[in-house]
């Protein structure tokens, strides 16, 4: 069974004990680790034993076939609740967990832990994701997709009304340009921001303290492959989403980075229509474009049309719900994407 976003809340709160099979999934591994560390306090409780929690993978089920259901029916050592948590990856372990729920469902076997199983990204076609769906009684399966701007804007709001600390103009939406798509590094980046912030007159985070906290490699490979599709150089953007790949950063990351910089061009570019001046448009938007990257900006929107940003904004939204939906691997969806906009590059 898959939850909704409302019961997904009350689940993390309160987890029904008929459930003994809690499936996380999705491309927000932070979000993942929240939402199971969430599961596992309230299940245990505040007087979790030393022998409460067994650690598995998909190589020890691989090793031993009846593990799993052993793990799922011994009885802790010291008493009171226990959880198993199973780290997995794809289906390699879509069959063992097939196999505990088809016993559990004929009452062959009598659990004595949750079955707590930590994946990532598992598209609707996934044998492990379909087997947890589709049990109604036994399993729950709970979806952690990437936080969008909204989650990221409220995340930080949240953090600093906490401390009694409050965003100076264009503040938040240049924090939130900057933040990762992965909720606990975010909520990690928030943290320590705040605390630079503590002792701020006014109690006012402003700009400035955002560029001198928040600024890594992550963030600045974000900036430089929207930078470089926006200026129709598909060997750098290439380039720049092999080297992402290999550093691990997450490909939604990078297509949330090249959405935020077309509709930023899309925004100046309707008010510069409208108004007849580019450096106007430029400096209506908040945040204001970095001076560093200015003339490439102004560049880009003189180059790309209305229209043109139209399109490339719906092959965008259209590249995340494939991302979400399809089995394709999301590197490969987004070089797509990168030969689309190429293709729609005016001819000067």
């Given amino acids: 069974?898959?939850?909704?976003?409302?019961?997904?809340?009350?689940?993390?709160?309160?987890?029904?004990?008929?459930?003994?099979?809690?499936?996380?999934?999705?491309?927000?591994?932070?979000?993942?680790?929240?939402?199971?560390?969430?599961?596992?306090?309230?299940?245990?409780?505040?007087?979790?034993?030393?022998?409460?929690?067994?650690?598995?993978?998909?190589?020890?089920?691989?090793?031993?076939n009846a593990l799993l259901q052993d793990s799922i029916c011994a009885q802790s050592l010291g008493g009171g609740e226990r959880i198993v948590r199973l780290k997995t990856s794809a289906d390699q372990s879509a069959k063992a967990v097939k196999g505990l729920l088809s016993s559990l469902s004929e009452k062959a076997l009598v659990p004595a832990a949750l079955l707590l199983i930590e994946a990532g990204d598992l598209s609707p076609r996934?044998?492990?994701?379909?087997?947890?769906?589709?049990?109604?009684?036994?399993?729950?399966?709970?979806?952690?997709?990437?936080?969008?701007?909204?989650d990221l804007r409220q995340l930080a709001l949240d953090e600093a009304k906490s401390n009694a600390l409050n965003f100076d103009q264009g503040a938040l939406e240049h924090l939130v340009?900057?933040?990762?798509?992965?909720?606990?590094?975010?909520?990690?980046?928030?943290?320590?921001?705040?605390?630079?912030?503590?002792?701020?007159?006014?109690?006012?985070?402003?700009?400035?303290?955002?560029?001198?906290?928040?600024?890594?490699?992550?963030?600045?490979?974000?900036?430089?492959f929207a930078l470089a599709v926006a200026d129709g150089d598909a060997a750098q953007a290439d380039r720049l989403l092999g080297h992402a790949v290999l550093a691990g950063q997450s490909p939604i990351a990078l297509l949330r980075a090249l959405q935020r910089h077309v509709l930023r061009l899309y925004e100046a570019k309707a008010i510069s229509e409208n108004r007849g001046d580019v450096k106007a448009a430029m400096a209506s938007l908040?945040?204001?474009v970095f001076f560093a990257r200015q003339a490439r900006f102004s560049a880009q929107l003189n180059e790309w049309p209305l229209k043109t940003l139209t399109l490339i904004g719906k092959h965008c939204l259209?590249?995340?719900?494939?991302?979400k939906r399809s089995g394709?691997?999301?590197?490969?969806?987004?070089?797509?994407?990168?030969?689309?906009?190429?293709?729609?590059?005016?001819v000067l």
């Avoid at 994701?129 to 109604?136: D, F, G, I, L, Y």
């Avoid at 394709?328 to 005016?346: D, F, Q, S, V």
């Fill in 1 to 64: 069974m898959k939850l909704s976003a409302a019961r997904i809340r009350r689940f993390l709160q309160a987890p029904d004990p008929a459930i003994h099979v809690v499936l996380i999934y999705g491309p927000d591994h932070g979000l993942v680790r929240e939402r199971a560390d969430a599961i596992e306090a309230a299940h245990l409780g505040e007087v979790a034993g030393p022998f409460s929690q067994t650690l598995l993978n998909a190589a020890d089920l691989k090793s031993d």
């Fill in 286 to 288: 908040r945040p204001p």
């Fill in 177 to 224: 340009e900057r933040l990762p798509a992965d909720r606990a590094i975010a909520r990690s980046e928030i943290e320590k921001l705040v605390l630079y912030a503590l002792n701020n007159k006014g109690g006012t985070i402003g700009v400035n303290d955002i560029n001198a906290i928040i600024t890594d490699a992550g963030d600045s490979n974000l900036d430089a």
């Fill in 328 to 346: 394709a691997m999301p590197e490969n969806l987004l070089a797509r994407l990168i030969i689309k906009i190429m293709a729609l590059k005016p």
């Fill in 318 to 323: 259209h590249t995340e719900i494939q991302m």
């Fill in 126 to 150: 996934s044998q492990l994701r379909k087997t947890v769906e589709q049990e109604n009684h036994l399993a729950v399966a709970i979806a952690c997709y990437a936080p969008g701007p909204g």
